[in-house]
Nanobody, 123 residues
Framework: QVQLVESGGGLVQAGGSLRLSCAAS????????MGWFRQAPGKEREWVAS????????YYRDSVKGRFTVSRDNAKNTVYLQMNSLKPEDTAVYYC????????????????WGQGTLVTVSS
């Protein structure tokens, strides 16, 4: 089972960019499809983007399409989320999730989670 550690969060002005990283421990990272989720204050955790085990397919929620890009480097056991044209409504704690059985788009309780990294977008 992998363990996940996110990094790269911070404070950025609207229109700016950040790149989040999620580093996984273990030698089986390529066996997991990966997802990014976020949780804003007072709101439920929501799905943002996902990527298949090989990285050949990616999926995005509508509100981030064209602005966010998910990618992975299996040699480095890392998944990334490049976030451009950030908006104040993107402010949230961002979590990465790993699932060996499916591409994580919904939360089922079987995912492995990181601790999260805070992204704050000022207007």
């Amino acid at each position: 089972q992998v363990q996940l550690v996110e990094s790269g969060g911070g404070l950025v002005q609207a229109g700016g960019s950040l790149r989040l990283s999620c580093a996984a421990s273990g030698r089986t990272f390529s066996s997991y499809a990966m997802g990014w989720f976020r949780q804003a204050p007072g709101k439920e955790r929501e799905w943002v983007a996902s990527i298949t085990r090989s990285g050949s397919m990616t999926y995005y929620r509508d509100s981030v399409k064209g602005r966010f890009t998910v990618s992975r480097d299996n040699a480095k056991n890392t998944v990334y989320l490049q976030m451009n044209s950030l908006k104040p409504e993107d402010t949230a704690v961002y979590y990465c999730a790993a699932d060996p059985n499916r591409v994580p788009i919904t939360i089922r309780g079987s995912e492995i989670w990181g601790q999260g990294t805070l992204v704050t977008v000022s207007s």
